[in-house]
């Protein structure tokens, strides 16, 4: 296991300091605020604690309502809206200098039998073949030190390996609003707990969603200053067991952008071809007023 994998691991481990009340911190995002996907995937933990281990998580819904504070202590206050005997419910509230920053419900089942399609797995190269990230990154000279410096400290603790050349990698010409990304946690996780994995997995999910949109319009995003964004709400749907430690194919599209907001959505699936999860993300989305 690598040490940012770890660092990770134990960022997740949040402290019970009441029943249904947990206390996370924050480490150092890509931009100067609390990284949403850490604050989903804690959300995610605290709710975890409150139900049976045999019952894993197969939805969760979110909204992103304040920015973040990174310096300080993030509280959760977990709501056990439902425990029946198939589903449970939680609600989540995460709280930061008395005000609350995100909201989280999510839905857990025992496991059942039941009727079984999916859509097909799209084609894509493998993942080995494909540059990581630190090798793309470092092959843009247009990105500064400082970009690039933050950008691999932020992702450490997953190797995540585009199909493609990201939005910032090859901007200023439209294309076409799909992306894919291949991902996997930096080194082993140990043990097989379920809820784990889909708590790594809620965390990348944040991570390159909107990537679509601004492909769409040739857009580079943060990295490259032509773009202010920020998430809005998310939701995720565990279809199938999976291991945030294997190769995952990250399938990613935008349908609409539209008054300052645009659309993602995502489909996750196994090396070998099982969906395991629906991503849908809506962002903020504004070109910078200067060029207004």
């Given amino acids: 296991m690598s040490q940012a994998l770890q660092e990770l691991l134990d960022l997740l481990d949040l402290e019970q300091i009441e029943e249904d009340i947990f206390r996370g911190r924050s480490r150092a995002s890509a931009v100067p605020r609390v990284f949403g996907g850490q604050v989903a995937a804690q959300a995610l933990v605290a709710a975890g604690r ?13 909204y992103f ?9 993030i509280v959760y206050t977990v709501d056990r809206i439902r425990d029946g005997r198939s589903f449970t ?13 995100f909201h989280l419900s999510a839905s857990f089942q025992t496991h059942e039998e039941g009727l079984d399609h999916q859509a097909p797995m799209p084609d894509s190269p493998d993942p080995e073949t494909l540059p990581t990230s630190e090798e793309r990154l470092r092959g843009y000279p247009h990105l500064s030190s400082e970009v690039v410096h933050r950008y691999l400290g932020a992702r450490a603790a997953v190797d995540l390996r585009y199909v493609d ?4 990698g090859r901007f200023g010409e439209p294309r076409d609003p799909h992306s894919q990304v291949w991902f996997r946690t930096n080194g082993k996780v140990e043990g097989d707990d379920p809820l784990l994995h889909v708590v790594l997995a809620t965390y990348v999910s944040d991570m390159t969603l909107l990537d679509s949109i601004l492909l769409a319009h040739g857009r580079g995003g943060w990295a490259v200053g032509d773009v202010v964004g920020a998430s809005l709400d998310h939701a995720m749907w565990f279809h199938r067991p999976f291991r945030a430690d294997e190769w995952l194919l990250y399938d990613q599209q935008s349908p609409s952008a539209h008054g300052g907001r645009g659309l993602g959505q995502g489909r996750i699936y196994t090396q070998d ?17 200067d060029e207004d």
């Fill in 50 to 62: 409150t139900v049976p281990a045999d019952r894993p998580p197969h939805s969760l819904h979110a």
């Fill in 65 to 73: 309502l304040r920015i973040g504070d990174p310096g300080a202590p």
């Fill in 89 to 101: 419910t939680r609600r989540v509230v995460a709280v930061q200098h008395g005000k609350p920053i």
């Fill in 165 to 168: 050349d990201p939005p910032y």
């Fill in 273 to 289: 071809g099982r969906l395991a999860v629906s991503v849908i993300q809506e962002g903020v989305v504004r070109v910078p007023r």
